[in-house]
């Protein structure tokens, strides 16, 4: 059973910087495939950013050239870098993990739909504001 522990969010001023970071304890981190994603409020819950095993990364176009997703296998940690952030980011942000199917078959696939992810953290909340 994987773990997922998101910190990093906070309330900040339009135009600022966010750093969140997503600690996973279980498993076999290297392996996973690792997603962002959140969900504001009266809002379903959106796709951000994933990144592969084998480090593909991709993202939504809202965030593309502002959010960076980012791992370090050594320290089980996903980050997302997040800049010029806007109101519209306001929300409750996810981290999800999948149980590493991919690397064990070697395929290279980007994750972008919740359902392909099998476990999540319990959020951190981004505050945007003016």
């Known amino acids: 059973q994987v773990q997922l522990v998101e910190s990093g969010g906070g309330s900040v001023r339009i135009g600022d910087s966010l750093r969140l970071s997503c600690t996973a304890s279980?498993?076999?981190?290297?392996?996973?495939?690792l997603g962002w994603f959140r969900q504001a409020p009266g809002k379903e819950r959106e796709f951000l950013a994933t990144i592969s095993w084998s480090e593909m990364t991709y993202y939504q176009d809202s965030v593309k050239g502002r959010f960076t997703i980012s791992r370090d296998n050594a320290k089980n940690t996903v980050y997302l870098q997040m800049n010029n952030l806007k109101a519209e980011d306001t929300a409750l942000y996810y981290c999800?993990?999948?149980?590493?199917?991919?690397?064990?078959?070697?395929?290279?696939?980007?994750?972008?739909?919740?359902?392909?992810?099998?476990?999540w953290g319990q959020g951190t909340q981004v505050t945007v504001s003016s």
């Open positions: 279980g498993g076999t981190f290297s392996n996973t495939a």
């Open positions: 999800a993990a999948d149980r590493g199917v991919d690397r064990q078959y070697g395929v290279q696939r980007l994750r972008v739909g919740a359902a392909e992810y099998d476990y």
